[in-house]
C-alpha cells in the first residue's frame, strides 16, 4: 500500500526484482540471439526489413535494434501485469511492449508518451548500466522531440539507476522522461505499457488497437 501511495502522489515509482536476474538474463540473452540472427536475415535477404522480426529504423533511436510485440516481451508484459496493479493501486489493461538494445552512444531524447503508453514500465534485461531521468514536476519543455529543443530552464529530472530485474514504473503521458548518452556497449531494456481500465484511453487503445497481444502493427510504435 505504501509503494501505491508513492506512485499515486509522484506519478512514478522503482520496484526492486520486478523479476528474478535468471529470467532477465535470459530474455536479454534471447534478444541479443534475435538481434543478431535477424540482421544476418535481412542483409542475406532471406526475409525483408517490415518490422515483424524488429527493426532498425526506428527515429526515436536510429540504428539501433528495436522491436514492436516480440512475443516474448508481449508475455513478459502479461505475466507483469500483477505486480503492476498491485503497485499502482490501479485497474490495468496490457497495450503494447516495445524492446531496444540499445549501443554505445545512444540517447533515448526527452518526451512524453502516447495514450497507449497511460501507465508504463522501463525494464532493465541486462548489459551495461545506463540511468533514466523522469521529471516528476509534470512540466512540458518539450518544442521538437527530435530536433531536441526544448523551453529554457526544463527541469533537471531525477535519475534512476536500475538493475536487472528492477523496473520503474512512470505515467508515461503525463512525465517527461529521458535518457542521456549512453557510455557501455549494450543495454537491453524492454518498454511495457498498459492503461487504466476506468481511464479516458482502454476503450480505444484495448491492445493499442490490435485484434490481440502479440501481433505486429506496422508502421507504428
Known amino acids: ?67 514492436y510485440a516480440d512475443m516474448v516481451m508481449e508475455t513478459l508484459m502479461v505475466k507483469v501485469l500483477p505486480i503492476m496493479k498491485k503497485e499502482t493501486g490501479l485497474e490495468l489493461i496490457p497495450t503494447y511492449s516495445y524492446a531496444r538494445l540499445y549501443k554505445n552512444g545512444d540517447i533515448l531524447k526527452r518526451h512524453k508518451d502516447r495514450p497507449s503508453c497511460e501507465v508504463s514500465c522501463t525494464l532493465n534485461l541486462g548489459g551495461d548500466p545506463w540511468p533514466i531521468f523522469i521529471d516528476g514536476t509534470g512540466a512540458d519543455t518539450v518544442i521538437d522531440e527530435y530536433k531536441q529543443i526544448h523551453k529554457p530552464n526544463a527541469p533537471k529530472g531525477t535519475k534512476v ?45 484495448r491492445f493499442d488497437k490490435r485484434p490481440m497481444l502479440g501481433i505486429p502493427k506496422l508502421g507504428n510504435k
Open 161 to 205: 539507476l536500475l538493475e536487472v530485474g528492477d523496473m520503474l514504473v512512470y505515467s508515461g503521458c503525463e512525465l517527461e522522461h529521458w535518457r542521456e548518452p549512453f557510455e557501455g556497449e549494450t543495454c537491453g531494456q524492454v518498454f511495457l505499457h498498459y492503461n487504466h481500465v476506468y481511464g479516458p484511453f482502454a476503450d480505444k487503445n
Open 1 to 67: 500500500m505504501y509503494v501505491c501511495m508513492i506512485f499515486r502522489v509522484d506519478r512514478y515509482q522503482v520496484i526492486k526484482k520486478a523479476i528474478s536476474y535468471e529470467l532477465a538474463n535470459f530474455i536479454f540473452n534471447y534478444f541479443l540471439l534475435k538481434r543478431d540472427a535477424v540482421q544476418h536475415m535481412y542483409k542475406n535477404n532471406i526475409v525483408h526489413d517490415i518490422g515483424m522480426l524488429g527493426t532498425w529504423s526506428d527515429k526515436q533511436v536510429p540504428n539501433t535494434y528495436s522491436h
